[in-house]
């Protein structure tokens, strides 16, 4: 029942907000995504990251006219994250390093120091301008991940019996004029294990393709071609991509970002939804049969068996390894194929 990795656990991925804007930024995928609606999953559309944008410990944005981007105890302010537009550098002020959240509401910043429950106002991250702390009421103060506009200020709760939701509030002291939303699907898609709230949690298993049997009596040498499916049947994932408007660079053709989503999925730990599998080295080109000539000697009354690993969501399939497993063991392998994940 984990649901979303925090923002603790995913480096480069964040919320921010101005108005009726709101994005999520995937810097480890290299995109972002804009939204005017979460809960309703409007006007989605996904851009690429600027390379000098990429990499930041929080995102942020402010007001009408700028998004800030802090990384270490630096902040990069640009009007643009796609281009990288009228940006310049600047250091946090001493006072305003070491938050574990950092967001833009009411035309102020806010940062959230989650160990002593409390939240700090200022009007610049650079002199620590007019500082004010707070007490996070009981309420906001288990966000996975923060963000605000001029109206209110929003944090994505973790899952419980309803799902993924996101509470919204005008004041994080006294939580009041509170509500509490759904993410829809399509955004849910795109947050970091949100594919296994919506296609089910991964599963990697051993497939039995063939038996090979020599029932004589005398010792026989068998050649012939295997035929099994190798690479990724991307029709099962890329639907997730059918409501969002991909306005990306060259870099991601159709389909990448689905196949970068996915590849993030199976990484992640079995209590996000993930198989913890690292599966870089195999074959993410569209899913086709592919023969194998194999020769095997085969003793009398003998069998071998013939498998290959493959992973999925829910009850689909979706990548299937090329690596073939022979055994005389009727009973599928216990190990795992792929290299661990390094989350």
Known sequence: MAGILS????KGVDFCGVNDNYYIVRSD?????YSTNFHRGHDLIVYSLHPSCQGGDHYLAHNDDAFYI???NSCRRVSNMNRDLDSSVFELH???RGGDHYLSAYGNFYIIFKSRGVYRRITDLSTDG???EYTLHPNCQDGLYYWGTKSYTYFLKPKDQWGVQYHSTDNLNKDTNANTYSIHPDVL???PGGLAETQGPAFGKWELIKTIANDSGTPINWEKKITRKVGYTKS???SIEHNWKVAMSATYSAGTLTESIAKFQFSVSAE???QSVNTDNESWEEATEMAESVSLALQPHSKMYVWQYKLGFGKEDVLFCRDLRFDDDPNHPTDVPLPPANK
């Open 236 to 238: 099962k994932t890329s």
């Open 70 to 72: 802090i990384k270490g």
């Open 29 to 33: 995928l290299g995109c972002y995504m």
């Open 130 to 132: 007019e500082a004010v």
């Open 94 to 96: 001493p006072n305003c």
């Open 272 to 274: 996000y939804g993930g």
């Open 7 to 10: 923002k603790k656990q995913t």
């Open 189 to 191: 898609n795109f947050l």
